[in-house]
């Protein structure tokens, strides 16, 4: 085998003409922002919602912020929410920011997406709210999940920042929830320079986008021309012009583009030798791709020297400094000690997708 000169890259967003053309007639229109929502982002707004099926659909300014909001929709101040501990910290410090407790439970080993058993076992007199993450793009197990939100009377908010385009029960993501929150930056899936939404589901969607749409701008409501009011505090949340009209380009070429994740998915799955990786789904778009290794920083380096990125994602919320406490979260633990997520984006070429096998098989 030839050794690759070029740097494989963990992450590349896929983009063109179009993305430029957006960009261009962005900056010349003088019009980039707009905390109300109009121009671009309500174009993407109402784009990305007939995509993924739901009822409304708030754009943001990025995945922390579409969490953030949507957990402020009830009061959950020192209530508890169930969340896996294997995720972006942001899953965790939305609880906190909305003065919840995060209460972490242990994940399935094939998924490592949130165990309804688990989650079962957790609740309390204090849980209000069920947060599961669709891990690397692999839809959780909704179903269950959603019984018990309904057994205990408990409000399922969804992180879905890995999984735009993903499916469950031949349904995009986002239909499920009564808040879905999704995340739009250069290495996820669907592509933005920084940029989020909050998908709406349910019979309280209309009130909930009205309070969404005030939060995401300070608090502005009831603006006419250059009057306005503010009835509770918000934040400057909302959406560029810029990110939208990419999100836009990208959009129209997001399945296309998981269809090559799957693609690459399938061959990692048939032909890494490693009995721990990730599972393969046609239900999943991908965003990550996961194996476990137990050399793993000798195996990560060893990556590099063959011009070969290779990321941790993630180390457990609950092993770090601000979160510290001690969790029977075995699995998790275990897992958070030889993951390692290697590239799957669109760009690779099948000689890169050949070479990475082989060195992943070789080296692990």
């Known amino acids: 085998m030839a050794k690759n000169q070029n740097k494989i890259k963990l992450f590349d967003p896929v983009f063109g003409r179009n993305e430029e053309y957006a960009i261009k007639k962005t900056l010349k229109s003088g019009f980039w922002a707009s905390g109300a929502g109009s121009g671009n982002v309500f174009k993407f707004e109402t784009k990305f919602k007939k995509y993924i099926g739901s009822k409304r659909c708030v754009a943001v300014n990025s995945g922390t912020a579409a969490l953030h909001l949507a957990l402020s929709l009830i009061d959950i101040k020192n209530k508890e929410i169930i969340l896996p501990s294997l995720s972006f910290v942001s899953t965790a410090h939305a609880v906190i920011y909305n003065g919840g407790i995060p209460k972490f439970v242990d994940i399935d080993p094939k998924t490592l997406c949130l165990d309804p058993d688990n989650i079962r076992h957790a609740i309390t007199k204090k849980t209000r709210v069920i947060l599961p993450v669709h891990f690397a793009g692999m839809p959780c197990n909704l179903k269950d999940i959603k019984k018990i939100c309904d057994e205990f009377d408990l409000m399922l908010i969804e992180d879905a ?3 735009a385009g993903s499916l469950y029960q031949d349904k995009k993501i986002g239909t499920h929830g009564q808040a879905v929150c999704f995340s739009f930056h250069p290495v996820k899936n669907l592509a933005m320079p920084t940029g989020g939404a909050i998908s709406l589901n349910g019979v309280h969607s209309k009130n909930y986008e009205k309070k969404l749409r005030a939060l995401r701008w300070c608090g502005i409501t009831n603006r006419r021309n250059a009057k306005y009011d503010v009835k509770e505090v918000g934040w400057n949340y909302y959406m560029n012009e810029f990110s939208a009209a990419i999100g836009l380009e990208q959009l129209k070429k997001l399945d296309q583009m998981n269809i090559i994740r799957k693609k690459i998915a399938k061959r990692y799955s048939k032909e890494i030798i490693l009995e721990q990786k990730m599972p393969y789904s046609e239900d999943c778009s991908y965003h990550l791709y996961w194996i476990q290794v137990k050399n793993r920083t000798t195996f990560m380096k060893k990556m590099k020297e063959k011009n070969v990125e290779t990321g941790i994602h993630y180390r457990p919320i609950h092993t770090m400094s601000f979160y510290k406490e001690k969790l029977n979260l075995t ?34």
Do not use: C, M, R, W
């Not at 290697?342 to 992943?360: A, G, K, R, T």
């Open 331 to 364: 699995i998790t633990e275990n897992v958070g000690k030889q993951i390692v997520s290697i590239p799957i984006h669109p760009n690779l070429s099948e000689n890169e997708v050949d070479e990475i096998i082989q060195l992943v098989n070789k080296f692990s």
């Open 161 to 163: 920042a890995h999984a």
